[in-house]
T-cell receptor, first 118, second 113 residues
Framework: GAVVSQHPSWVICKSGTSVKIECRSL??????MFWYRQFPKQSLMLMAT?????????EQGVEKDKFLINHASLTLSTLTVTSAHPEDSSFYIC??????????????FGPGTRLTVT | AQSVAQPEDQVNVAEGNPLTVKCTYS??????LFWYVQYPNRGLQFLLK??????LVKGSYGFEAEFNKSQTSFHLKKPSALVSDSALYFC???????????FGSGTKLNVKP
């Protein structure tokens, strides 16, 4: 149980285009999902907290208009990188918390999406 | 403010020897502490957590961690390392009543045959 999937696993896009990344909780409901960005050989940087049915909460320094987050259902959150630039190239990871479990339980992570902007 | 420190970028150990990956934390309240492992180009896999109770926590794949409140540490240990344990290890802290995790910088574990 507790599987989180991401799609696509990797994507190459041209500068100026938009890319959508999906994060799904496959066998549990998640009212809260998280989006992280990871640079090579570095730690995870929390970008935003995605709340089902409401607006995402962005971390300081993360552009809301550039990284659009939609959490339309209890099992799906999407991250759209708008007008992508080469500096947006990174490994994007989502995680989710099982809503049925106490809040101190661990987050479950997706396998990540490698975005390359050319 | 919450923070996590992993003082070693890399830990090298021979297969069969015990391993320790260090983690110290700083929170204003009671901490929830976690260890995750990441293999190349993959997401994070949960290893173990400390919430309350026994200071020695046992987790997946033979790993364990010891919570030390006085030293604000949560070091990851394994009695006998395997080559397959080679990966990137992250310590994370969460404060009670907050959703956000704060991750350490990661420690690359190299286990040599």
């Amino acid at each position: 149980g507790a599987v989180v999937s991401q799609h696509p696993s990797w994507v190459i896009c041209k500068s100026g285009t938009s890319v959508k990344i999906e994060c799904r909780s496959l066998d549990f409901q998640a009212t809260t999902m998280f989006w992280y960005r990871q640079f090579p050989k570095q730690s995870l940087m929390l970008m935003a907290t995605s709340n089902e049915g409401s607006k995402a909460t962005y971390e300081q320094g993360v552009e809301k208009d550039k990284f659009l987050i939609n959490h339309a259902s209890l099992t799906l959150s999407t991250l759209t990188v708008t007008s992508a630039h080469p500096e947006d190239s990174s490994f994007y990871i989502c995680s989710a918390r099982d809503s049925r479990l106490p809040s101190f339980y661990e987050q479950y992570f997706g396998p990540g999406t490698r975005l390359t902007v050319t | 403010a919450q923070s996590v420190a992993q003082p070693e970028d890399q830990v090298n150990v021979a297969e069969g020897n015990p391993l320790t990956v260090k983690c110290t934390y700083s929170v204003s309240g009671n901490p929830y502490l976690f260890w995750y492992v990441q293999y190349p180009n993959r997401g994070l896999q949960f290893l173990l957590k400390y919430i309350t109770g026994d200071n020695l926590v046992k987790g997946s794949y033979g790993f364990e961690a010891e919570f030390n409140k006085s030293q604000t540490s949560f070091h990851l240990k394994k009695p006998s390392a395997l080559v397959s344990d080679s990966a990137l290890y992250f310590c994370a802290v969460r404060e009670y009543n907050f959703n956000k995790f704060y991750f350490g910088s990661g420690t690359k574990l190299n286990v040599k045959p």
